[in-house]
């Protein structure tokens, strides 16, 4: 099952009429929705580009963009690279297309605007991640406190206002022993920002900021599998860039 199908099964029963036949369209004609404007979608769903909106959100996207890179991801993981580096290769060239139109002010309102930020990766990666985001704000005086594990995570529940902004990096999204940590921040209503994979996944569903990385593993005779993380430092360092683009427009 692919990431529009599964998305639209999670939330098939919270549909209405229009919902269902906006869902209808988009999964008989994938390859056409993925080059249409989200007015063109409308037009041929005989809905408004409101709608549309409200329907691509509420399957649990931040927007028609990112919906129609799930859509082009998913055609790339189904017929997958025989090469490995030619499979590094079009995770890089995603992730630089999906760069050039992705949107980053309201994450760079919400990083400005924040008393204190915390970031917490997951797993090894993610952690030197996480340390690689401290070390780009260190520059502008921006201290970004980084969560050792899940005991300094759970000491800090407590203390985290809606005054704070935490980011959690997670290369799948769907980790059972941060989830309980993200549902908790979500359900105090303090700000939370994901890095994930581009799929259906669970961090992102529970956050209104999140950023994606395209990460697509690969199996080998020589090892289990192959997934690469670059594509989640450049990611981080594009925010970086884009937090000081962001402060230069504001002078």
Known sequence: ???????????????????????????????????????????????????????????????????KYAIKWQEKKETPEKSYKKSLITDIQMNIEQLQHWNFEEICKAIESSNRLFVYGTGTEQKLCANELKRYFWILNKYVHVIDDEMNFHVLMDDLTENDLIII????????????????????????????????????????????????????????????????FVMVEALFRSYLDYLEQKK
């Open 1 to 67: 099952m692919d990431l529009i199908e599964e998305a639209v099964n999670q939330y098939y029963e919270t549909f209405n009429a229009t919902d269902k036949s906006i869902a209808s369209y988009i999964l008989k004609h994938r390859g056409a929705v993925e080059k249409m404007t989200i007015r063109e979608l409308a037009d041929a769903c005989h809905s408004s580009k409101s709608t549309v909106s409200r329907f691509v959100k509420k399957i649990g996207f931040a927007g028609f963009s990112e919906m």
């Open 169 to 232: 990096i997670s290369l799948s999204g769907n980790t059972t022993t941060m989830l309980p940590f993200a549902q908790r921040i979500a359900a105090k209503k303090i700000p939370l920002m994901s890095i994930t994979d581009l799929k259906n996944n669970r961090l992102a569903q529970l956050t209104d900021l999140r950023m994606y990385a395209f990460a697509h593993p690969q199996k080998s005779h020589l090892a289990l599998e192959i997934t690469t993380f670059s594509t989640f």
